[in-house]
Nanobody
């Protein structure tokens, strides 16, 4: 059973920064990429960013372009989300996800494994 463990959430002021980390538990876990999603109270889970392993190509939702950066660690099953210039509307629970098979990186059902989520709160 693959487990994804997120860390790094917390409270930040508007304009500040946070860095999220996600690590998969299984060393032999093979996946095509990993991504970050978020869900604010009363809203649907939405795509934030993703990275494809074989070429490092990255994908972002428009609202975070230029502010958030997704990257991978030396270990294939580790991914980070650097969040800069945070806004109150970035407040949400952030989820790490891993995609094993095909499908678009932007689409929630494309992902096979999910973390438990970490809270990010941005105060104005």
């Amino acid at each position: 059973q693959v487990q994804l463990v997120e860390s790094g959430g917390g409270l930040a002021q508007a304009g500040g920064s946070l860095r999220l980390s996600c690590a998969a538990s299984a060393r032999t876990f093979s996946n095509s990429g990993m991504g970050w999603f978020r869900q604010a109270p009363g809203k649907e889970r939405e795509f934030v960013a993703a990275i494809r392993w074989f070429d490092g190509n990255t994908y972002y939702t428009d609202s975070v372009k230029g502010r958030f950066t997704i990257s991978r660690g030396n270990a294939k099953n580790t991914v980070y989300l650097q969040m800069d210039s945070l806004k109150p509307e970035d407040t949400a629970v952030y989820y790490c996800a891993a995609k094993v098979y095909g499908g678009t990186f932007y689409y929630t059902p494309s992902y096979d494994y999910w973390g438990q989520g970490t809270q990010v709160t941005v105060s104005s």
